[in-house]
């Protein structure tokens, strides 16, 4: 009988759920598929993996910043703890070092319980993943995650006189996000060599500066993601050329989907968000190196326009 496996991926947001996806599906693969994941509503993982062969079944755990979540606080532990017990899981693998979620799965009656080395407060996310699972599965595991899609969604209907662009303009706060006008300068004057669709990577948060762009002189060229389901989105990312834009979810699901970027990392690590895709050519605020951006680094006045450009220009062509 197939082993009843649990992962519990208790990260926020879809890049990280995104960067987890190597080791997951290696887990799954292992456990031929029999594999539960215990995620976040906001890692939009059931979008992500709508057409993943590897998963069985999505949990939602209900947590939030304030406390006032499902499985928040004493009850909320109680109530994920009978969730779990219900399942009946042969073993777990927890990519977080909580001593929450150890006790859950452990009062759950789970037999065999993999987990990060408990209170750990800092680690780079890609590594520390990398290293737990090839620990746990004895095998060596690529960093490059990879998003499943159903081939029947992948019709080739764009039209080949144009490069295709995904623009980034989107973010988690303003620190990590260049200025709207530098993505519309760039558009233009990158249509003015090519001949360019773009396709603004934004949600409905994110309108104000969807109209932005779109008043502008390049509006006229450019298609919003604000009204799609991520699950819509990921067809049309596919069928991209090219993804330019902030360090965000977006560019996460362009690397997952095989598309190359450009990656302006303007307050956030480099080394743990940059790194883990070949796919993947960075962009630094000026005065910076790979080692010493963080998630206090506030370079987005430091970015540089010609660097972007030009590594976008010689990625299209």
């Given at each position: 009988?197939?082993?009843?496996v649990?992962?519990?991926q208790?990260?926020?947001?879809?890049?990280?759920?995104?960067?987890?996806?190597?080791?997951?599906?290696?887990?799954?693969k292992?456990?031929e598929?029999?594999?539960?994941?215990?995620?976040?509503?906001?890692s939009?993982?059931?979008?992500?993996?709508?057409?993943?062969?590897?998963?069985?079944?999505?949990?939602?755990?209900?947590?939030?910043?304030?406390?006032?979540?499902?499985h928040?606080?004493?009850?909320?532990?109680?109530?994920?703890?009978?969730?779990?017990?219900f399942?009946?899981?042969d073993?777990?693998?927890?990519?977080s070092?909580?001593?929450?979620?150890?006790?859950?799965t452990?009062?759950?009656?789970?037999?065999?319980?993999?987990?990060?080395p408990?209170?750990?407060?800092?680690?780079n996310?890609?590594?520390?993943?990398?290293?737990?699972?090839?620990?746990?599965?004895?095998?060596?595991?690529?960093?490059?995650?990879?998003?499943?899609?159903d081939?029947?969604?992948?019709?080739?209907?764009?039209?080949?006189?144009?490069?295709?662009?995904c623009?980034?303009?989107?973010?988690?706060?303003?620190?990590?996000?260049?200025?709207?006008?530098?993505?519309?300068?760039?558009?233009?004057?990158?249509?003015?060599?090519?001949?360019?669709?773009?396709?603004?990577?934004g949600?409905?948060?994110?309108?104000?500066?969807?109209?932005?762009?779109?008043?502008?002189?390049?509006?006229?060229?450019?298609?919003?993601?604000?009204?799609?389901k991520?699950?819509?989105?990921?067809?049309?990312i596919?069928?991209?050329?090219?993804?330019?834009?902030?360090?965000?979810?977006w560019?996460?699901?362009?690397?997952?989907?095989?598309i190359k970027?450009?990656?302006?990392?303007?307050?956030?690590?480099?080394?743990?968000?940059?790194?883990?895709?070949d796919?993947?050519?960075?962009?630094?605020?000026?005065?910076?190196t790979?080692?010493?951006?963080?998630?206090?680094?506030?370079?987005?006045?430091r970015?540089?326009?010609?660097?972007?450009?030009?590594?976008?220009?010689r990625?299209?062509?």
């Amino acid at each position: 009988m197939k082993m009843k496996v649990l992962v519990i991926q208790p990260k926020i947001g879809m890049g990280d759920m995104i960067l987890y996806l190597p080791y997951i599906h290696a887990i799954a693969k292992k456990h031929e598929g029999n594999v539960t994941i215990l995620v976040k509503e906001n890692s939009r993982a059931k979008e992500l993996l709508a057409y993943d062969p590897y998963i069985k079944n999505t949990i939602i755990l209900d947590r939030t910043k304030n406390n006032s979540g499902n499985h928040d606080g004493i009850k909320g532990f109680f109530r994920l703890l009978q969730k779990i017990k219900f399942k009946k899981f042969d073993k777990v693998f927890i990519f977080s070092s909580s001593l929450r979620y150890f006790l859950i799965t452990k009062l759950a009656g789970i037999k065999q319980i993999a987990h990060y080395p408990l209170f750990r407060k800092k680690d780079n996310l890609v590594l520390s993943a990398k290293i737990f699972t090839e620990n746990e599965l004895k095998e060596i595991i690529s960093t490059q995650p990879k998003i499943n899609l159903d081939k029947n969604i992948l019709k080739d209907s764009f039209n080949k006189e144009f490069k295709h662009i995904c623009i980034g303009f989107s973010a988690s706060g303003n620190t990590k996000r260049w200025d709207v006008e530098n993505y519309i300068n760039l558009c233009k004057k990158i249509n003015e060599k090519l001949s360019c669709k773009f396709y603004l990577a934004g949600g409905k948060n994110d309108r104000d500066l969807v109209n932005q762009i779109k008043k502008s002189n390049i509006g006229h060229l450019c298609t919003s993601f604000e009204n799609l389901k991520i699950k819509e989105t990921l067809p049309i990312i596919k069928n991209c050329n090219l993804y330019i834009g902030n360090d965000t979810g977006w560019l996460h699901i362009s690397s997952a989907l095989g598309i190359k970027c450009v990656a302006l990392f303007m307050d956030s690590p480099v080394l743990a968000y940059g790194k883990y895709s070949d796919r993947i050519s960075v962009v630094l605020p000026e005065g910076e190196t790979e080692q010493s951006t963080t998630h206090n680094t506030k370079g987005k006045d430091r970015i540089s326009f010609k660097e972007v450009y030009e590594k976008s220009m010689r990625l299209l062509n």
